[in-house]
């Protein structure tokens, strides 16, 4: 990765050329904004080259390393093949990951870590999720799989022309009780959603997708981590590193809520986490070579 082919002026739209100044303007807004810290930001790129990218956007379903996620939970197709990518998806990946673009959020979120990509793409890159697909409400994995690495800061970019607010698929953000919904976004071309990962950060879109069949909702996601983080981003430290999804209150059998009170009992203990270390150190990074 970080060869860039592209220029960040072609990249960027005109109104975005200087990151540093639009991450200081905003800034106050990003860690004010409700439930928890994130803005939305429209025509960030350039529509030409954001096209281009459409363009290249493959069929996640036709690709064989592509992760098909087929449950109750989360009905979707990503993709983390970097190597594989269209030469264009590849440079603006590289773009993402640049340390232009780390320093702009660094300055938006005002993390006092420093911003590191993930060069593995752990649960990023490519997303689409088609006709009846769901993502139901979670957080996120609050650390890196094998890496020593906090989640810190999600990324999302909507590449959907002509998206209507019928078809739904709006990332909602929730309440950390999960009883309303304080955010919808719809999924439309050009708009970048930025938001901070702590165990509180309730997102998703939970309803079934109601595009046409010839249609999917696209998206390339980038997560940002940091060596390091406050304590209180965290519930516990002894629980699964796991997405954790939940029902919404008032809604029967909403999502499928795992619980594992026995091994969060021992996680507590230095002997399991030291096998877990090694598991992940050794077992886990093997397997994504």
Known sequence: MDNLTIKHTDILSENFQNLTEIALKEKK????????????????????FLSTILDEFPDLSKINSSQKYQAKNEIKLSNKDYKKFPNTIKSFIDFLNSRVFLDFLQNLTSI??????????EGGGLHEIKNGGVLKIHTD???????????????LIYLNKSWKDSYGGHLEFWNQNMSSCEKKILPLFNRIAIFSTTDFSNHGHPDPLNCPKDTSRKSIALYYFSSGRPGEEVKQSHTKNRTNFKGRIGIKDDADEKKENFKNFLRKFKIYQLLKNIEKKYIRKGKDK
């Open 141 to 155: 994995f609050n650390r890196h799989p094998f890496l020593d690495l906090d989640r810190r800061v999600n990324v």
């Open 112 to 121: 006092k870590e420093k911003l590191v990509s993930d060069p593995h793409l």
């Open 29 to 48: 807004n990003y860690l004010n904004a409700k439930p928890f810290p994130n803005i939305v930001l429209n025509n960030f790129f350039k529509d030409s």
